[in-house]
């Protein structure tokens, strides 16, 4: 099976532009989770989907959203770009129910000058 | 509020010898623990797992302890290798709730 796969993988934005991720889950993986992680902190958890559905949100404020399809891809979207918006995000799915494993991308690499 | 601690940020060890990694966290409604390593730009690869109903689960080089009642969990591997370099997060849920990280131990084996 292919694994979880994130698009772009590096990324280049200035202050105040908006930016669009893209992961695409494992074959038959419902839900997909979204992380941020920067220089000295460990993973912070943004939201999670499943079933097209938000089931799970992290501290981070509206700015960061994101949505989930059909096809169980899922978009996550950053508006009004900081500079401490810099970070790899990391995209995860796993089948769907309590107990299963979470299976992570590669991560997309996003820096805002 | 840091429910899932990894308080050595960074641990060196021999090859050859055990690696001991630690692991605590705060909330008892956790039933599930995970194992993560990370390498520099890449995506955590998961290790290894443990349910609260069980106390060790093995696989190959890797074991996974829970001690419940000390809130506490240890990966042990052994022998090390110099392909163990890297971040490990251990990671811990309930239910359907997020998967809660802890903040990383940078493990280097020293040939």
């Known amino acids: 099976k292919a694994g979880v796969t994130q698009t772009p993988r590096y990324l280049i934005k200035t202050r105040g532009q908006q930016v669009t991720l893209s992961c695409s889950p494992i074959s038959g993986h419902r839900s997909v989770s979204w992380y941020q992680q920067t220089p000295g902190q460990g993973l912070q958890f943004l939201f999670e989907?499943?079933?097209?559905?938000?089931?799970n949100k992290g501290n981070f404020p509206g700015r960061f959203s994101g949505r989930q399809f059909s096809n169980s891809r899922s978009e996550m979207n950053v508006s009004t770009l900081e500079l401490g918006d810099s970070a790899l995000y990391l995209c995860?799915?796993?089948?769907?129910?309590?107990?299963?494993?979470?299976?992570f991308g590669p991560g997309t690499r996003l820096t805002v000058l | 509020d840091q429910q899932v601690k990894q308080n050595s940020p960074s641990l060196s060890v021999q090859e050859g010898r055990i690696s001991i990694l630690n692991c605590d966290y705060t909330?008892?409604?956790?039933?599930?623990f995970l194992w993560y390593k990370k390498y520099p730009a890449e995506g955590p690869t998961f290790l290894i797992s443990i349910s609260s109903i069980k106390d060790k689960n093995e696989d190959g080089r890797f074991t996974v302890f829970l001690n419940k009642s000390a809130k506490h969990l240890s990966l042990h591997i052994v022998p090390s290798q110099p392909g163990d370099s890297a971040v490990y997060f251990c990671?811990?849920?309930?239910?359907?709730?997020?998967?809660?990280f802890g903040t990383g131990t940078r493990l280097t084996i020293i040939p």
């Open positions: 909330n008892s409604m956790f039933d599930y």
């Open positions: 990671a811990a849920n309930f239910g359907n709730e997020k998967l809660t």
């Open positions: 995860a799915s796993k089948v769907g129910g309590p107990s299963d494993t979470q299976y």
């Open positions: 989907y499943f079933s097209e559905t938000q089931r």
